[in-house]
């Protein structure tokens, strides 16, 4: 009497585990594809690195010798790269941070010898804007750095930094505004100072000769 109905509780427990298992199976899916597709949704929202600034930039040429000078990024803190081809090939590239900026780049040959020298005239970011020089000697397989020391004696007297450099015949002059005692640093009232430096024989530091100050100058 009491077989049909053990059957039928059988048969409704079978299709209940069964129920049950194409459920779990189905949740697994589910949850499977969630986990797949969220690498996706993570590379499509990736930042773009931004672009570098180029703040300085300037090609010479001296002979068989080809020069880029470039400065990148913004504000006070920079960074200087100075790259060297000979005859279409690498040379030498420098780089280095700058606290400051690039206000021009000359290729010399100061000392008449048979290697041109590349000079990269900087202005420091401070308020006193002092000028700095960044030098180099190049050869067949390399470079020498160029020096330029610090003002001595009655060249130094009154300066203050604000320089501003240029190549005359086979001199550098560097040109600066001389400040009274009492001058403030946005007002000097001595008028402006050049000094002439010149590179000598095969020497790589530049030497201080004269210097003349005009009173007239503002």
């Known amino acids: 009497m009491f077989r049909p109905t053990t059957t039928a509780a059988r048969g409704a427990a079978s299709l209940a585990s069964a129920s049950l ?23 499509s929202s ?6 570098t600034t180029v703040s300085f930039r300037k090609e010479l040429a001296a002979d068989d010798l080809r020069f880029l000078v470039q400065t990148t990024g913004e504000g006070s803190s920079r960074q200087l790269s100075v790259r060297a081809e000979k005859n279409g090939r690498e040379l030498t590239t420098t780089t280095q941070a700058l606290d400051g900026t690039v206000t021009d780049a000359v290729v010399t040959n100061l000392n008449e010898d048979k290697y041109p020298e590349l000079l990269v005239f900087v202005r420091d970011a401070g308020t006193g804007s002092y000028g700095q020089l960044v ?4 050869m067949n397989q390399g470079r020498k750095p160029v020096a330029l020391p610090a003002l001595r004696g009655k060249a130094a007297t009154g300066y203050q930094g604000h ?25 000097p009232s001595g008028g402006k100072r050049t000094v002439r430096y010149q590179l000598a024989g095969t020497g790589l530091t530049f030497q201080q000769l004269t210097f003349a100050d005009d009173l007239s100058a503002k």
């Open 21 to 43: 298992f194409i459920c779990l199976l189905s949740s697994c899916d589910s949850q499977r594809s969630t986990i797949e597709s969220t690498p996706e949704l993570s590379q």
């Open 46 to 51: 990736a930042p773009t690195a931004p672009a």
């Open 135 to 138: 030098g180099y000697e190049f």
């Open 163 to 187: 320089d501003e450099f240029r190549i005359e015949g086979r001199e550098l002059l560097r040109t600066f505004p001389v400040f009274q005692e009492a001058d403030a640093n946005c007002c």
